[in-house]
T-cell receptor, first 110, second 113 residues
Framework: TQLLEQSPQFLSIQEGENLTVYCNSSSVFSSLQWYRQEPGEGPVLLVT?????EVKKLKRLTFQFGDARKDSSLHITAAQPGDTGLYLCAGEGSGYALNFGKGTSLLVTP | KAGVTQTPRYLIKTRGQQVTLSCSPISGHRSVSWYQQTPGQGLQFLFE???????NKGNFPGRFSGRQFSNSRSEMNVSTLELGDSALYLC????????????FGQGTRLTVV
């Protein structure tokens, strides 16, 4: 099983601060995805990164895929309370399954 | 375009009972996967169906089973429920098995008492 480790596990910040969360593995992935999950809801796909070194921006969110395709980071600029949620990274495991990290729980307070 | 629909949203069952959860994927999506989410273990893969065939199964006991119908709708069944089966059960649909981008339903919150 290709394990994905996410850090930090929990993060509590004030509105307007910047933050970075990480997703690391010892395995190489053909692609990695980031999802955000709000309480009581299913995960919602934010982005898929495919090429080593790739950087994708989604408004205030910047996603980077490591050169070796073993890790990824998510940077949020000027966090807002609406960014609160569980951020999950996922990579393709064996036989079409997605392997998920345990997530970073982010709380942004006004 | 309607999203992934899971029913019911909430369920309370007693130990030893069985339960059936339902998932309707996005129209045109032929792959349906099921995941169990708990605070301690995170999201864990249960199984995936494509064109009515189970393509892959995670490391769960045989009490967990599923099926997919010709219209791509899927059901999962858990028999002889245990307290540890309490979890959020999530269904995800994809266009095809080889696609990695999954679209999740809101989940079914199962509580076993």
């Amino acid at each position: 099983t290709q394990l994905l480790e996410q850090s930090p596990q929990f993060l509590s910040i004030q509105e307007g601060e910047n933050l970075t969360v990480y997703c690391n593995s010892s395995s190489v992935f053909s692609s990695l995805q980031w999802y955000r999950q709000e309480p009581g809801e299913g995960p919602v796909l934010l982005v898929t990164v495919v090429t080593g070194g790739e950087v994708k921006k989604l408004k205030r969110l910047t996603f980077q895929f490591g050169d070796a395709r073993k890790d990824s980071s998510l940077h949020i600029t000027a966090a807002q309370p609406g960014d609160t949620g569980l951020y999950l990274c996922a990579g393709e495991g064996s036989g079409y399954a997605l392997n998920f990290g345990k997530g970073t729980s982010l709380l942004v307070t006004p | 375009k309607a999203g992934v629909t899971q029913t019911p949203r909430y369920l309370i069952k007693t130990r030893g009972q069985q339960v059936t959860l339902s998932c309707s994927p996005i129209s045109g999506h032929r792959s349906v996967s099921w995941y169990q989410q708990t605070p301690g273990q995170g999201l864990q893969f249960l199984f995936e169906y494509f064109s009515e065939t189970q393509r892959n199964k995670g490391n769960f006991p045989g009490r967990f089973s599923g099926r997919q119908f010709s219209n791509s709708r899927s059901e999962m069944n858990v028999s002889t429920l245990e307290l540890g089966d309490s979890a959020l059960y999530l269904c995800a649909s994809k266009v095809g098995s080889l696609n990695t981008e999954a679209f999740f339903g809101q989940g079914t919150r199962l509580t076993v008492v």
